[in-house]
């Protein structure tokens, strides 16, 4: 089955500096690399994904890369802002819907 | 669009008593349902698939006859805790599929499960 690692576990960055969390997938079938935002308590939301087609994808300060040859793909977080602390999590799926998950960053911004 | 609600929000059971937990999609039509559970500062894992009219599919490791999945409708999956135990303690998360296919699944609020 999908194989998806998440580096790194935890991230802390100064207010204003730049974030990136990277993931690697071992299915060549997954075409399909959501990120998701959790807060504590709270359910996983979508902040931007990026299918096996694309090399890159940018929302505002958020952008997705990814290298289908390395199996690899990355979230950038520009201007990083307190309220983007959370745990962020990377996911690979193929056509069949089903999701395997990273374990995870804990982000922590500093004002 | 594309709003999932759960049922309860948050449950807490004694040890050996069996807990229902719903999973809705409000405004589509979900053909595939996924249940996820995830404890305490780690990532979710996925539990079953649950389609429409069909038998869920189990990952490995995850007993069928203690947590039973009924996808009755295109609207609604259920997820029976049977038998609870303490460890069974967890945060429960529902995530729908629309029929169109194209892989985004939409998460419901999640249901945290404590079993005394």
């Known amino acids: 089955g999908e194989n998806v690692e998440q580096h790194p576990s935890t991230l802390s960055v100064q207010e204003g500096d730049s974030a990136v969390i990277k993931c690697t997938y071992s299915?060549?079938?997954?075409?399909?690399f959501p990120w998701y935002k959790q807060e504590l308590g709270k359910r996983p939301q979508l902040i931007i994904d990026i299918r096996s087609n694309v090399g890159e994808k940018k929302d505002q300060r958020i952008a997705v890369t990814l290298n289908k040859t390395a199996k690899h793909f990355s979230l950038h977080i520009t201007e990083t802002q307190p309220e983007d602390s959370a745990v962020y999590f990377c996911?690979?799926?193929?056509?069949?819907?089903?999701?395997?998950f990273g374990d995870g960053t804990t982000l922590t911004v500093k004002p | 669009g594309a709003v999932v609600s759960q049922h309860p929000s948050w449950v807490i059971c004694k040890s050996g008593t069996s807990v229902k937990i719903e999973c809705r999609s409000l405004d589509f039509q979900a053909t595939t349902m996924f249940w996820y559970r995830q404890f305490p500062k780690q990532s979710l894992m996925l539990m079953a698939t649950?389609?429409?009219?069909?038998?869920?599919?189990?990952e490995q490791g995850v007993e069928k006859d203690k947590f039973l999945i009924n996808h009755a409708s295109l609207t609604l999956s259920t997820l029976t805790v049977t038998s609870a135990h303490p460890e069974d303690s967890s945060f429960y998360i529902c995530s729908a599929r629309t029929a169109q296919g194209n892989n985004e699944q939409f998460f419901g609020p999640g249901t945290r499960l404590t079993v005394l």
């Open positions: 299915d060549s079938a997954s075409n399909y």
């Open positions: 649950s389609n429409e009219g069909s038998k869920a599919t189990y």
């Open positions: 996911a690979a799926s193929t056509n069949a819907g089903k999701s395997t």
